[in-house]
DNA sequence: GGCAGCGATACCGCTGGGGTATCGGCGCAG
DNA sequence: CTGCGCCGATACCCCAGCGGTATCGCTGCC
């Protein structure tokens, strides 16, 4: 199988219509049938049910569709890393990823201590949307990530956990519950008039509700001291916050935990450094 | 990059001699030279260091030999379990694979259990070579694998622990050490005559020493039977000797763990269902 | 019934992958 | 030092197959 057959055939299963994921590629309509139709008798196997007004997955084209982004992600992987390692060729460098305005203290920490290293190389910091940074550790735009559990995914890469922290409400001043020492989650289910706010998932998408839709933490942020939304945060954010916003302990939240994360191939003496050091803060 | 040029730089890097790599590849060898500095061109980095003796490996290259390898893998991967998905479509089973000649009550328990499960399908057992288990699972030649820990690595895997064991020093019946109640690792450095055998390597080469070379665990329980070898194995597989050996625990030898694994994207419900059964036993 | 939307088919041109023959550089035997 | 053998690169040819345009066949809908 061919990469060439596999980006084709994701392009389709992921616009379910032949002509948007053509002009998707930069190709024209009929090559892309036929290269479909070619990969479907090359595997033995219908791959998609085409109906006269669309295209349905398959089965076995739903296995392929989860199985092949994987297997794309990882020629991407081999791609990008060769070209990284070629380019540095002589003073090598590493790529980390962590999610914007989380665990800022800790980061700093962590390059601190990983440059008094004798053999320590160049580290290139690259932010990134929530829960993109595995995807990125995948697809190989970068080496080792932080990452936060409960909310990012760590399946199919090794980590290593840094610490733990609770989690508080953050609330604009002047509001009632600012007096509170403690709330619990179920205190904030009724915050009078200060609905959660709703993040995009990955397809765009948003789920129901009455929050107020956010896209950065700046925008949240302001909401928040406009009164119109509360949030829920990891303890050390409120370094970052403006002083016209005020953080509570949630005492019942589930705990957040700082992970660092590489992927599992990975060998790379810079990134087992990264590790060492940062185990040792 | 397309999937012809990563077979083609992977087994020019394996071979390091592009008449031998060409011969494996089924081609000639001009075609396969003038892939390889295609792909060098197009990936804007030299991969190998022609010399007219032969060929070596750049930095770039070696990244791009590793990177290779697991993305084949994954392609492979997405190939197999495609073909599998059409052609069990309508009744699913799932593969496991273990090394053969351990955890085998375990292992009977396990399916046992699974299949008592309301929506339990049928689970291909399928035996590998010791520390293979890993490849089968990434390139989608099984679908979940029982693991030995410190024995296989577990790196890129999903894995829940099953059970914790000690080790046996495994005797020819009438060894004088057979009348001990225990062993430290520290005499056996030191058994008369009776050195450990050596297993071949993944590349097919082994370690220098005196033990006797061994390819299965038949070979390894004559020898011992014979007088020849001495083993250290766990507990467990005290089960399947014959009767003609005698083990004596090996207190201070490191424990040793069984898991389930499996792929990490795997979103089976059928792997979802073994693990459960397995982690209830 | 006509029309619009969608995927499949027919046909064509040309890129590029694969083949054979041969070259050029280097280590080595004599 | 010279001739030979090994190895990768180059030259040149052929055709499989990819991509393009034009068009068809089916189906749901106004």
């Given at each position: ?8 055939f ?17 190709i024209?309509?009929?090559?892309l ?19 006269s ?24 992987a ?36 990983y ?36 909310f ?17 409400v ?54 928040i ?49 990264l590790?060492r ?5």
């Open positions: 199988m061919e990469t060439r057959e596999l980006r084709y994701v392009a389709v299963a992921e616009e379910l219509h032949f002509g948007r994921a053509a002009e998707r590629l930069g024209a309509q009929p090559p049938s036929r290269a479909i139709q070619q990969l479907e008798r090359r595997m033995g196997a219908a791959l998609l049910d085409r109906t007004r669309g295209v349905a997955l398959t089965e076995a084209g739903s296995v392929l569709l989860r199985e092949g982004r994987a297997a794309l992600d990882a020629v991407d081999a791609d990008r890393r060769t070209r990284r390692a070629a380019a540095a060729s002589g003073r090598p460098g590493v790529v980390l990823v962590t999610k914007a305005g989380a665990s800022g203290e800790l980061l700093a920490k962590l390059l601190a201590a440059a008094a290293e004798p053999d320590a190389v160049a580290v290139d910091v690259q932010l990134c949307g929530p829960g993109e940074q595995e995807r990125w550790l995948r697809d190989g735009r970068a080496d080792v990530a932080l990452l936060h559990r409960p990012d995914s760590t399946t199919g890469l090794d980590t290593e956990e840094l610490s733990t922290e609770g989690q508080v953050v609330l604009p001043a002047g509001h009632p519950f600012t007096g509170r020492s403690r709330l619990r989650v179920a205190d904030i289910a009724e915050l009078p008039g200060l609905p959660l706010p709703r993040w995009p998932r990955h397809d765009g998408s948003h789920s129901d509700g009455p929050g107020p839709v956010v896209r950065d933490n700046t925008q949240l942020l302001q909401l001291a406009l009164g119109r939304a509360a949030a829920i945060l990891p303890e050390s954010s409120r370094a970052q916050l403006r002083d016209d916003l005020v953080t509570v302990p949630l005492v019942d939240a589930p705990s957040v935990t700082t992970l660092i994360a590489w992927p599992p191939q990975s060998r790379s003496l810079a990134v087992a450094g590790v050091a940062a185990t040792r803060l």
